[in-house]
Each structure stands twice: as C-alpha cells, then as structure tokens.
C-alpha cells in the first residue's frame, strides 16, 4: 500500500480546521472524530461527497459507552467538574444535561486505520481527556503512528482528576513534557519524521 497523507481532528467541532486542510489540498482524507450528535449532523452537512468520514463517537481509552455532559451547542465534554472561563463563555458546561454516547478505543482505531507508512497529523481538542487519552497511546504504543500531534490541554482541570503518567522513553523515542504527561515521538530511524509537538496550553482559574 502506497503512503497517504491523513489529517485526522479529535474533537472536530464544527470543522474548521478540517476546512483548512482540504483547501490547502494537502491531505488525502480526514477523519473527524466528534461525539456531540449536534455538531456531528453539522459536521455531515458540512462536508458532504468530501474526502471526510465522520465519526460519531468520543476518543477514549477503550470502546463503551460513558455520559457526554453539554453546555453550548459548540461545547461538550466527558469529564465532570469543567472549568469556565471568563472570556469563552460558549465552552460552558452545566452538567444539567448529557446524551449517552459511544467511546472509540484511539489506539486500537490507529492500528486499524493507519499504516506505519503513512504521514499523519494529529489535532486533537477533547475538552479534558486529552491527558487518559495521550497517556492510552503511549502506554500502548500506538503514538508511534502519529507524525504531527497538536493538542490542547488544561492542565489545571486534567491534574484534579488524573495521576499522569511520569515521563518515560519508549521504544528509542525521545519524551517530549506536556504538564504532568510525556508524549514519545516515534525514534530517529523508524521510518517517521520527528517533529516536536503544538501544543496549545489552555489554562483556567
């Protein structure tokens, strides 16, 4: 199989960055991976008869099913105890409402999905469990598949409710620090380009 150019958005939202991906027409197909049935029907409409497979689930650490809590139509999350900032008021969560909704084990959809020889940039933007779900690839190895991760994180929220993972090194990778988790980019050597990773850092109070 011949190598692709794969663009793949965790926690798409309303898809702009996917937007930009295929005017730039750099990538062969994205995924967009979103759990909230209200952005998912936007997301359809949105990039109908594209290179773009939707899919309806939330990135987790193992297939099941688990509460999505919501708040604004563009804001929905996992984890309980989301903290609001003031100036995004729309990323509010009330916890008064959720939708049961299907998890996707990310590391074992990676394996299935991605081929050693393809180059593959990661954005992911989970609301929270970015760290369990960073933490479940390297555990597993399946980072390895990742060229370009960007990722945002809140690292004051996730630290409340996560003993992150103390910085390791897999496999020859060298760890890159991301708050309390380290991300292992594939080795010098392994057939992937080493890039450091865009972060992203969203602190609240």
């Known amino acids: 199989m011949s190598s692709r150019s794969l663009y793949i958005d965790i ?22 991976i979103e759990p909230n049935p209200t952005l998912c029907a936007a997301l359809r409409q949105r990039f109908d008869g ?37 100036n995004y008021p729309q990323y509010a969560i009330t916890y008064d409402q959720s939708v049961e909704v299907q998890t996707l084990d990310l590391a074992q959809w990676l394996r299935t999905n991605v081929g050693a020889d393809d180059n593959v940039i990661v954005k992911m933007d989970i609301e929270g469990a970015e760290y369990q ?14 060229d370009e991760p960007s990722v945002r994180i809140s690292p004051r929220t996730i630290s409340k409710r996560c003993q992150c993972a103390r910085p390791h090194r897999a496999r020859g990778g060298r760890p890159h620090q991301i708050g309390h988790l380290a991300i292992i980019l594939p080795r010098s050597g392994s057939g992937k380009k080493l890039r450091q990773p865009r972060l992203r850092q969203h602190f609240s109070k």
């Open 11 to 32: 926690g798409a939202n309303i898809g702009d960055t996917i937007a930009e991906q295929m005017a730039a027409a750099t990538v062969d197909h994205c995924w967009a």
């Open 50 to 86: 594209q290179r773009v497979d939707i899919i309806e689930m939330a990135a987790w650490t193992a297939a099941g099913v688990m509460p999505l809590y919501l708040g604004d139509p563009v804001s929905s999350t996992l984890l309980e105890g989301k903290v609001t900032l003031e």
């Open 133 to 146: 779900v960073l933490q479940h690839l390297l555990d597993n190895g399946a980072i390895d598949l990742v």
